[in-house]
């Protein structure tokens, strides 16, 4: 009798993604070495990368825009502790999805409408993707059928976390966030900018979240920033809150028992593209979440993503390393894309 194999790893690895995430991939690295900085850049400029390009839109729509949906719309049914919206924050929310069907429509043409109909504030939406039609009005809950920002948060594949400005600082009082990466949006909503940056090592002392902080409340309507973030997650999961750290992070553990081919295949650099965009009619700031994955297999095969990931990974500060939740395996992690490129030179 032949026992079962047990994967020692529990996280999903799907099949191998579709290569246009390839070409769409937002690689992050500007360097060989990475550190900490405010590194936001105006919105909505291409950036052409060797596979292809990423940026051009706010709001991306890609091939996972079905399948993360659905992931959304599991997690939230779950666990309602993702989304709130602090009573003073309602308007931000309207003003939040009204801002994002105007992104939409912008972006895509071909299958999203925003139309004004007669009558103040009267508006039809139409998402082909989704064969949705909604006649709505601006500011009327009535007129939606769920909370606002929870019904846009159905049609982006983006986290959502809008901040009130208000005494001189920001503060993160509403949002739909469902792929939080190695954080809790439930513990954080209702805290400070500089409180929800408490945990990050360095940023304090260097100056990174001040200067964020006084960038951010400066931030004038109709003209949207973005900056990248970066982590690695073990297989395909976008889903690495807090909430569910029992799942996913034994993981950092026993990734270190599989062999090479499985590790290539399981590992990700996960990249977040997050724009700002001061909110025209509420004053909020909407920061926009959006995840991307890439397995280290797939990465490799871009021999320039390859050496520099490489770099960066053997060179990442053991503290920051911690923070990221990666110094158990990405040494290895470095040491695999290094070998990558001998294996391809034979
Ligand atoms: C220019 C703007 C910003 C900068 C420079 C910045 C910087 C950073 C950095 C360096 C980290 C650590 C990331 C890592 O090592 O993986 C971080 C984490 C985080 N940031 Fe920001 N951030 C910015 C805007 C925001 C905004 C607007 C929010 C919304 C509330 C936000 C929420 C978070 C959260 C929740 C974490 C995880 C903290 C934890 O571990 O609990 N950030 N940020």
Do not use: C
């Amino acid at each position: 009798m032949t026992s079962p194999v047990i994967s020692p790893v529990t996280s999903p690895v799907t099949s191998p993604p579709d290569e246009s995430l390839l070409r769409g991939f937002p690689f992050p690295f500007p360097a060989d070495a990475y550190r900490y900085s405010t590194n936001v850049e105006p919105a909505r400029r291409p950036v052409a990368t060797p596979a292809g390009q990423w940026g051009a839109p706010v709001v991306d729509v890609d091939v996972e825009y079905h399948r993360e949906l659905a992931e959304r719309a599991d997690i939230l049914a779950a666990d309602p502790s993702r989304h709130a919206v602090l009573p003073h924050m309602r308007p931000a929310a309207w003003d939040a999805a009204l801002t994002l069907l105007k992104e939409l429509a912008a972006a895509y043409p071909g299958s999203m409408r925003l139309t004004r109909l007669p009558g103040e504030g009267r508006w039809r939406w139409e998402n082909r993707l989704l064969a949705l039609t909604w006649d709505f009005t601006y500011a009327d809950d009535d007129s939606l059928p769920e909370e606002p920002l929870r019904w846009i948060a159905g049609q982006v594949q983006e986290d959502i976390v809008l901040l009130d400005q208000r005494n001189d600082a920001l503060w993160g009082d509403a949002g739909v966030v469902t792929f939080a990466a190695d954080w809790s949006f439930g513990f954080d909503v209702g805290m400070s900018f500089l409180e929800i940056h408490g945990p990050v090592p360095r940023v304090r002392q260097e100056g990174v979240i001040t200067r964020a902080h006084e960038f951010i409340k400066r931030l004038q309507p109709h003209q949207p920033y973005r900056r990248t973030n970066w982590t690695m997650t073990i297989g395909r999961r976008l889903d690495v809150s807090t909430e569910r750290y029992h799942e996913w992070g034994p993981d950092r553990e026993t990734i270190r028992l599989v062999d090479d081919e499985t590790f290539g295949r399981t590992v990700h650099l996960r990249v977040e593209v997050q724009h700002l965009i001061r909110l025209p009619d509420s004053g909020a700031v909407m920061f926009l979440i959006r995840t991307y994955m890439l397995p280290l297999e797939q990465l490799a095969r871009v021999e320039e993503w390859r050496v520099r990931t490489a770099e960066v990974l053997a060179e990442l500060p053991e503290d920051m390393a911690d923070y990221k939740g990666v110094i158990k395996y990405k040494d290895r992690a470095a040491a695999w894309l290094r070998a990558a490129g001998a294996r391809e030179a034979r």
